[in-house]
């Protein structure tokens, strides 16, 4: 059962009551309080473990906490909060590591298990190999009686996510423009804080789809065919801006005045676009798959972009190393160090806010200020002799481009750039292209497609 898992350097994915069970969920945890005790030692570890708001969370809360403390971890629960708030407890509270109860965007009949170390990260490739082997081979260090883990309630999570979030605006900037915001949270783990932090930045905020209930009002990733709900009560209540948060809120969509929703990649773009404005010659990451929009920003400020392959702890682990001022994805995921290493979408709303409010633009003015490209995105199932195959033809066919394979292939263009590569969380090849000319990316993916029907036949 557990080899149907989805189990990779993003943790552990499945669906609920076929391939992933309590049991399974426990051992896993298990597995991961071991790799805990084998590298930090000593006794007194203890593990925030958090969760979003489906229903079947709190059933894989217990078999994780459970797990935790068969090994002697002390786990310390902190109820259904956001993704990022739980990375902000783990170093607030001095833990060893942290463990998330979400599936991301997946639909409700999914859940998964997403690990973070000490420092509020999650597991780089290397480690995430050892924790799932620990699992695998079952080489799990079980506790006596006496040595079994504690179990503890922490319900300060929101407050101590926001107090940060707020230290890196100047609050007051905001409350003085009164901005009227429709949030729209899906009904998952992201509205109470989001709204939380609106209240406190002096917005007066319609919320939509608020309560945590885990029963999705609708595709709960926020992309422009999900959101035409929140598109249509932007206009309806007169607002300035819209927000969209995924499930577990590390992601953040925006709707702009006219009801309009500008894309996932441009809520890094504008995030940037605030962060160089007093950051000039500053350095940014960002994964290969992320717009060149930020690319432009960077530059015109002075700055740089520095290219990570695709997942947050490496755009994160980019962050430190080279002392970066802002960094993310393109999916809506914005990182600010200052608060923690994790995409966070209350970090993106007050960015974006303070942004209109120190230049006294509409989103969609300051949308027109960035440059337009046009983005292309196609996925097919390939295994791995399909993935190998398809990467190895690409590269023939792209042979005089700027070649990058940080992760899978990517080739940059004068006009543009294509990205393929294997998903990290599904069986599948994931091709992007973005050129400013439509035509230009849809040639990229055309000849993507050409080449895997020339192989598979």
């Given at each position: ?24 969920a ?5 597995a ?5 005790k ?8 203890s593990?925030c473990?958090?969760r ?6 709190q059933?894989i ?11 002697g ?17 783990v170093?607030n ?5 942290g ?20 420092d509020g ?28 883990g ?10 101590v ?8 605006v100047?609050?007051e900037?905001?409350?003085d ?31 939509m ?11 709960p990733?926020?992309t ?7 598109c ?26 006219n009801?309009i929703?500008?894309g996932e ?6 995030a ?6 007093t ?10 798959s992320?717009s ?11 700055g740089?972009?520095?290219?990570t392959p695709v997942g ?16 993310g ?16 979408s209350?970090?993106?709303m ?40 398809m990467?190895?033809e690409?590269?023939k066919e ?28 599904e069986p599948?090849?994931?091709a ?9 990316a ?6 993507v497609?050409k ?7």
């Amino acid at each position: 059962m557990a080899q149907e898992l989805i189990i990779s350097i993003s943790g552990m994915r499945g669906i609920i009551g076929e391939n992933l069970t309590p049991a399974i969920a426990a051992e896993y945890a298990a597995a991961f309080g071991t790799y805990l005790k084998n590298t930090a030692g000593g006794k007194g570890l203890s593990v925030c473990v958090g969760r979003d708001s489906r229903p079947s969370g709190q059933m894989i809360t217990s078999a994780v906490s459970a797990g935790l403390m068969s090994v002697g971890i002390r786990v310390i629960e902190l109820g259904i909060v956001t993704t990022p708030g739980v990375g902000v407890m783990v170093v607030n509270l001095g833990s060893a590591g942290g463990i998330i109860i979400t599936a991301s965007h997946n639909p409700i009949e999914y859940n998964g298990i997403k690990l973070l170390l000490g420092d509020g990260i999650a597991p780089p490739a290397d480690v995430a190999t050892k924790i799932r082997q620990i699992y695998f081979d079952k080489k799990i260090s079980y506790s006596d009686s006496p040595s079994c883990g504690k179990f503890e309630l922490c319900e300060n999570t929101d407050p101590v996510h926001i107090e940060k979030v707020l230290g890196i605006v100047e609050p007051e900037k905001i409350k003085d423009k009164c901005f009227k915001v429709v949030l729209d949270s899906v009904n998952g783990a992201g509205g109470r804080a989001g709204k939380k932090l609106l209240d406190e930045l002096g917005c007066r905020v319609v919320t939509m789809n608020y309560e945590p209930t885990g029963f999705f009002a609708h595709k709960p990733e926020p992309t422009k065919e999900n959101l035409v709900s929140l598109c249509d009560e932007v206009k309806k209540c007169g607002a300035e801006i819209g927000f969209a948060q995924d499930p577990d809120a590390d992601r953040l969509a925006i709707v702009d005045e006219n009801g309009i929703y500008i894309g996932e990649e441009y809520t890094l773009a504008l995030a940037a676009m605030y962060m160089f404005a007093t950051n000039k010659g500053g350095r940014s990451a960002a994964n290969l798959s992320t717009s060149r929009m930020i690319d432009d920003v960077a530059a015109k400020a002075g700055g740089t972009v520095i290219r990570t392959p695709v997942g947050e702890a490496n755009v994160a682990n980019a962050m430190i190393k080279n002392n970066c001022v802002i960094g993310g994805e393109g999916n809506g995921g914005v990182i600010d160090l200052r608060v923690g290493p994790i995409r966070n979408s209350l970090v993106a709303m007050a960015m974006v806010l303070e942004l209109m409010a120190e230049t006294g633009k509409t989103i969609s003015q300051l949308v027109d200020e960035l440059p337009h490209y046009c983005m292309i995105k196609d996925k097919f199932e390939a295994d791995a002799k399909l993935a190998s195959k398809m990467l190895a033809e690409v590269k023939k066919e792209f042979k005089d481009a700027k070649f990058n394979d940080a992760d899978g292939y990517r080739f940059d263009f004068a006009d543009g750039w294509l990205h393929l590569r294997t998903s990290n969380t599904e069986p599948i090849m994931r091709a992007i292209a973005e050129a400013r000319d439509e035509s230009k990316a849809r040639e990229y993916i055309a000849a993507v497609e050409k080449i895997r029907h020339g192989i598979t036949g």
